[in-house]
């Protein structure tokens, strides 16, 4: 079990080491007075009410996790609120390794079982994902975002800017994915005991369905979902939002000079949403302590065509500031909280991530 989590660590790390390359590279020039002058003058205001927003999705997903136990035990939200934040410190401190962390201790403490709750873990991460492709459409297509306009504005320009656009911005993407997915499944070929996992997260996901008691809980559980990463997309505005318009000037070939004003806080829910889709398919690719593919995707977004133009006119330095402290502000910020939680729980976090991390491989096996 070590030997495969420290190869797959090795993988992670080898593939990060190449996209940061890559990404470093595509910089011809990289100011790192003008990155530590970005990040220091953040808004520290703004950064407090984005840290808020994150802890409230926290209390959100408790209610959530609530409404999920309702047809088996009655519990509190009081109750549920430590695993939230211990599980979520876990995830942040070992990566992929503590994610399991939330289901047991939460199954530990009600005295259900660990298939149980990785049933309604499963049927949670649903529901994130599309609370997340509801509110992208409501924002992105409803309200008008710039994203859409771009998109528009391809399609106005004909199939042949759209091509262009698809294969400069899009198709990387694609590509990527269908790597992945095509390395997934030649893994699976090639190991039965991941297949068998593979299908035990399908089986999860079918049982899962049955902790939802009734269509009233289905609808709670939908609007939770929402207010959730409503409260999240938030969060990312206020992070934005507390880096102060700065002046720069860029010299052309012609040799005259061009002044920009890189302007993150005229960015909206619609223009954040992006961000966040680009975090949640980056973090497949995560180490310990949350660094990885989610903060290279906001990075590499925030430097694509679509932020560097006006009215952000984002540069490089300020991509990289930017992405940082979202990782700050979305990873790291709950560890004192879980900490403090893991305290008064006489829990030790180094402890139970072994221990969720055995139980469910445990069921694997049986499966």
Same mark, same amino acid.
């Given at each position: 079990m070590k030997k495969n989590h420290t190869r797959t660590i090795a993988i992670v790390v080898a593939i990060l080491a190449v996209l $940061?390359?890559?990404?470093?590279?595509?910089?011809r020039s990289f100011d790192w007075a003008k990155f530590w002058k970005y990040t220091g003058g953040v808004n520290l205001w703004h950064i407090a009410a984005a840290v808020a927003l994150i802890y409230l999705s926290y209390v959100l997903r408790a209610v959530r996790w609530t409404i999920f136990l309702q047809p088996t035990k009655r519990t509190s939200i009081r109750r549920l609120l430590a695993p939230q934040f211990i599980g979520f410190s876990a995830l942040g401190l070992f990566? @992929?390794?503590?994610?399991?962390? @939330? !289901?047991?201790?939460?199954?530990?403490?009600?005295?259900?079982?660990?298939?149980?709750q990785l049933a309604v873990w499963t049927v949670e991460r649903a529901f994130d994902l599309g609370a997340v492709l509801v =509110?992208? %459409?409501t924002f992105l297509v409803l309200a008008g975002g710039r994203i859409y306009h771009i998109l528009l504005d391809s399609v106005h320009h004909g199939l042949v800017g759209l091509a262009h656009r698809v294969?400069?911005?899009?198709l990387p993407a694609i590509v990527a994915i269908i790597a992945f997915l095509l390395l997934l499944r030649l893994v699976q070929h090639s190991s039965g005991k991941l297949a068998s996992t593979f299908k035990h997260r399908i #089986?999860?996901?079918?049982?899962?369905?049955?902790?939802?008691?009734?269509?009233?809980? =289905?609808?709670?559980?939908?609007? $939770?979902?929402?207010a959730t990463w409503y409260s999240i997309a938030e969060a990312y505005i206020q992070v934005l939002h507390s880096y102060p318009p700065t002046t720069?000037? =860029?010299?052309? !070939?012609?040799g005259s000079v061009e002044t920009h004003t890189a302007n993150l806080g005229k960015m909206k829910l619609e223009d954040v949403l992006l961000l966040?889709?680009? +975090?949640?398919?980056? +973090?497949?690719?995560? =180490?310990?302590?949350?660094?990885?593919?989610?903060?290279?995707?906001?990075?590499?977004?925030?430097? +694509? +065509?679509? %932020?560097?133009?006006? !009215?952000?006119? $984002?540069?490089p330095e300020l991509a990289l500031s930017c992405g940082m402290m979202l990782?700050?502000?979305?990873?790291?910020?709950?560890? !004192?909280?879980?900490?403090?939680?893991?305290?008064?729980?006489?829990?030790?976090?180094?402890?139970?991530? #072994?221990?969720?991390?055995?139980?469910?491989?445990?069921?694997?096996?049986?499966?």
């Open positions: $940061v390359y890559l990404q470093f590279r595509s910089w990566g @992929r390794a503590g994610e399991f962390v @939330r !289901p047991y201790l939460i199954a530990r403490k009600e005295e259900l079982t660990l298939e149980s =509110l992208m %459409f294969q400069h911005h899009v #089986d999860a996901f079918k049982s899962g369905f049955n902790t939802i008691q009734d269509l009233r809980a =289905l609808i709670l559980v939908a609007i $939770v979902s929402l720069y000037t =860029l010299a052309q !070939p012609d966040m889709g680009g +975090s949640m398919f980056g +973090s497949v690719l995560q =180490l310990p302590g949350g660094v990885g593919g989610s903060q290279l995707a906001i990075v590499n977004l925030l430097s +694509s +065509s679509v %932020f560097t133009v006006e !009215p952000f006119n $984002v540069t990782w700050l502000v979305t990873f790291m910020t709950v560890i !004192p909280a879980g900490l403090l939680f893991a305290r008064s729980e006489r829990i030790s976090l180094r402890a139970v991530e #072994d221990e969720s991390e055995s139980a469910e491989e445990e069921i694997e096996e049986k499966a």
